[in-house]
């Protein structure tokens, strides 16, 4: 893709410093643009453009492991999160790493939820499955 087709941002690699009003204002430019075209020509071109920028499996860490996931999972679509979550949560429960491992697992799935939803959350864990 030539750089003359992107913004001086993204060039920079600093699209993501942008504030609200300037995401807003190119998202619905976006929308304006795409909805402006031939629905066969932008699925093509939005096809494309979301394959060679869509974060793909995680390579091999080179640097520290917790960073290369981090920054792994920081461009990842929701789909991918959600694939590989999974598949690492089946592949883990496989393995003995003991009650501090699991407790870790749980407190980490049950961040970022209030309080009662955390009380919630556990009351269900705590029924047996398939006792409903």
């Known amino acids: 893709m030539s750089h003359k087709l992107r913004s001086k941002a993204v060039v920079e690699g600093n699209s993501t410093d942008l504030n609200t009003a300037e995401r807003l204002a190119r998202a619905n430019a976006l929308i304006e643009a795409i909805a402006a075209c031939d629905w066969r020509d932008a699925e093509v071109v939005l096809s494309a453009f979301l394959e060679e920028y869509r974060a793909g499996p995680p390579l091999p ?10 920054f792994w999972a920081s461009i990842s679509t929701y ?12 592949k883990l429960v496989r393995r003995n790493f003991g009650r501090r491992g699991r407790v870790q697992l749980a407190a980490r799935a049950l961040e970022g939820l209030s309080a009662s939803e955390r009380q919630e959350a556990l009351a269900e864990l705590a029924t047996p499955m398939g006792a409903d």
Do not use: S, V
């Open 79 to 90: 789909d991918e999160l959600m694939a590989y979550f999974i598949a690492c949560g089946r």
């Open 61 to 70: 860490a080179l640097i520290e492991i917790e960073d290369e996931a981090d």
